[in-house]
């Protein structure tokens, strides 16, 4: 389950990430810049390797009331899975997957948790090779838990061939997690990862962000979703798939996973949100399953 779009440069070089994965990025940023403390994420290493230029809040997809719940979203997504990986490796879990990583900034930002583990970055052979260039530049560099797993889609590669290259051991339990990816994969292909994963050994996690039909998300969100839907359709990574909860946890267990359960926005909300002074708050839309081995 990894994202295959990318972004190539007709002069060869490597290409830099999607436009998906830099707005991530920067939404995380934003949160710093604009949100109340205490912040949910503390992220600006993304903004960092994206380098969008000094004018970057001033782009439109970064106004600061038309983001409100999709940065929260966004930032509530990657502390979420953040925590998890901290509670996994203090039970002994030493691996950790992420699937279509993007511009992810764990491993730059929690180097205490990530170099006791085997870190695993799986993506786009163009995007990664820039990224990999941009940490060497930036000064953090690639250290040795730290496996950067290129795959060239296009070509017919297979990234869990890639991942046990990599030094993935199959037989130890591990963390996985793919954000921002099944809404662009057919159900087909959703159902296909789901399987290979279930395979993990004993123990291991996996947490995947889903996207909600527009049917069910909060009615004053889905104007806002329809502009999305249509963006993404016109930049030429259109959104496939959409799942109800009960339809990704039937899913999960017809994959193979024994336990599977549905972390809500009103979950995280209660978690991340509650009594913050500024009011904000993720919503419905982008939801996760959690799913163990």
């Known amino acids: 389950m990894v994202d295959e779009r990318t972004a190539a440069r007709p002069d ?3 290409a830099r990430p999607d436009s998906t994965a830099v707005r991530t990025a920067l939404w995380r940023a934003l949160h710093v810049r604009l949100d109340t403390p205490p912040y949910v994420l503390e992220d600006e290493v993304g903004l960092q390797l994206a380098d969008p230029g ?4 001033r782009r439109g997809d970064m106004d600061p009331t038309l983001t409100e719940w999709f940065r929260a979203a966004i930032v509530a997504r990657a502390r979420f899975i953040e925590d998890l990986v901290v509670e996994e490796a203090a039970r002994g879990v030493d691996q950790y997957v992420i699937l279509g990583a993007g511009l992810d900034t764990f491993a730059q930002r929690r180097p205490e948790i990530g170099s006791r583990l085997r870190v695993f970055e799986v993506d786009q052979a163009e995007p990664q090779a820039w990224k990999r260039r941009r940490l060497v530049e930036l000064g953090f560099g690639v250290p040795d838990w730290l496996r950067l797993v290129p795959v060239d889609f296009e070509a017919g590669g297979s990234w869990w061939d890639r991942l ?13 997690v793919s954000t921002g990816v099944a809404l662009y994969l057919t159900k087909e292909a959703n159902a296909a990862t789901l399987r290979r994963l279930a395979s993990l050994a004993p123990g291991s996690t996996l947490a995947m ?3 909600l039909p527009p049917e069910l998300l909060d009615a ?3 104007a806002g979703f329809e502009v999305a839907v249509k963006g993404a359709r016109e930049s030429g990574t259109p959104f496939v798939s959409f799942f109800a909860p009960e339809e990704m946890l039937a ?3 017809e994959a193979g996973f024994p336990d ?6 009103a979950d995280l909300n209660d978690r991340y949100f509650a009594d913050r002074p500024d ?9 996760l399953l959690l799913a163990t081995t």
Do not use: C, I, M, N
Request: proline share 2%; charged share 30%.
């Open 12 to 14: 060869g070089a490597a």
């Open 54 to 57: 000094d004018d970057w809040l």
């Open 164 to 176: 046990t290259t990599a030094g993935f051991d199959a037989d130890r339990p591990a963390v996985v």
């Open 209 to 211: 962000t889903f996207q």
């Open 220 to 222: 004053d969100k889905r």
């Open 251 to 253: 899913l999960a267990r």
């Open 260 to 265: 599977a359960r549905h972390v809500s926005a």
């Open 279 to 287: 009011g904000l708050r993720t919503s419905s839309g982008e939801e």
